[in-house]
Nanobody, 126 residues
Framework: QVDLVESGGGLVQAGGSLRLACAASGRNFRNYAMGWFRQAPGKERDFVAAITWSNGSTNYADSMKGRFTISIDNPKNTVNLQMNNLQPEDTAVYYC???????????????????WGKGTLVTVSS
């Protein structure tokens, strides 16, 4: 069992930044690759970024490259998502997830993840 708890969401104006954190715990959580996903109102859940604990390999959705950065804080056992130049279309619930499929850092595996957090809401005002 892996437990994931997201934090850092909130309300921000367009052009602003937010830093989300995902605290991971549980059995062998470092064996999992970690991902961030988001779901906007009325839309499907989409992949944002992924990273591995072992070597820090990363993958990003094309639309996030250059604005979002995923990283790992090993002492705190957290996976962070730094989001810059946020726009109203970035408004969504952001979810942290874990998977044993490490190919998530080289290809799109959809949302076929093993564990999910409950999400944190990000609202970007215009």
């Amino acid at each position: 069992q892996v437990d994931l708890v997201e934090s850092g969401g909130g309300l921000v104006q367009a052009g602003g930044s937010l830093r989300l954190a995902c605290a991971a715990s549980g059995r062998n959580f470092r064996n999992y690759a970690m991902g961030w996903f988001r779901q906007a109102p009325g839309k499907e859940r989409d992949f944002v970024a992924a990273i591995t604990w072992s070597n820090g390999s990363t993958n990003y959705a094309d639309s996030m490259k250059g604005r979002f950065t995923i990283s790992i804080d090993n002492p705190k056992n957290t996976v962070n998502l730094q989001m810059n130049n946020l726009q109203p279309e970035d408004t969504a619930v952001y979810y942290c997830a874990a998977t044993l499929d490490h190919t998530i850092v080289v290809r799109d595996i959809g949302d076929d993840m093993d564990y999910w957090g409950k999400g944190t809401l990000v609202t970007v005002s215009s």
